[in-house]
């Protein structure tokens, strides 16, 4: 059975809809809106690539664009000192500072710098802990997007046995949290795992997260599971470059119920849940109701 394709990239277009319907709304019947001030410190391609594309998409979602493009040898001081001008200017409701930093910046320190409030990342140290006591808090933006793409193919995630490969703190950790938020029966497997393909075929959902290309093969998941597809790796195949994810696509898509493809399945969800998170930051910062179906 060829598994059903998640489509990504159309999610994501109907996300940000829902992102710009809920701006329109903002500006007509209270004149606010939502700012997202994006910090890169450096010259690193791949994060220009990012700050580039995330500041088109704010954009086009109607939002304010703010960024602050600062020189790879900038001081702690003097980030610190722009990251508090922007935690106390309103019209910033979210605040992303893109990761990696240089080495010679404390990354821990610089994300506690941000008002939890305004951590549109999910980052922040109180965000981490209110995710992991269930209560509200600024969700990361890549687990965000694979659970919104879970409860779109499945309604309800309660009972099902979900294992999410990969222990970060930016997507394999808060991604458990989220599972289990809605009820799943979680296991964290991570490189020390004993015989992780036996741990993962007991799965009905299967979250990768690692940065190995194709290293789940087809035979290791359960038939009819869901597998959501996180890794982005750059590999060479015929003499071209290609961008595969942590599963093995072909193999996997032939026992799947259903699959997010790489690219075109989380990759797009990324920025479409960081527009979320602004728009939903800048709704709590003004008492407004938020918008329903963009928050965990
Ligand atoms: P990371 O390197 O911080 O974490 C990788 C995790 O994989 C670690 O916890 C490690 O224990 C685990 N691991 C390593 N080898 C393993 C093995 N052999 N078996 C089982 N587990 C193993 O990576 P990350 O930041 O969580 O990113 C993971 C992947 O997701 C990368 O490919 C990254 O590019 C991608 N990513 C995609 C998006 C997106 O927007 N789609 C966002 C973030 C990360």
Redesign the pocket.
Known sequence: MAAELIDGKAFAAKVRGKVAEHVARLKEEHDITPGLAVVLVGEDPASQVYVRSKGKQTVEVGMNSYEHKLDVDTSEADLLALIDQLNNDPAVHGILVQLPLPKHLDEDLVINSIAPEKDVDGFHISNVGLLGTGQKSMVP??PL?CLMMLRDYHGSLSGMDAVV????????KPMAQLLLGDSCTVTI?????KD?PDVVRRADIVV?????PE?VPGDWIKEGATVID????RVERDGKNKLV??VDFASASERAGAITP?PG???????ACLLANTVTACCRANKLAEPEGLTA
């Open positions: 933006c890549t997007g490969i990969g222990r970060s703190n930016i997507v394999g497997a991570h490189s020390r795992t992780l990768a997260a690692v940065g190995r290293m996180v890794g982005i790796n994810g942590d790489v399945g989380v990759g797009p969800m990324t920025i």
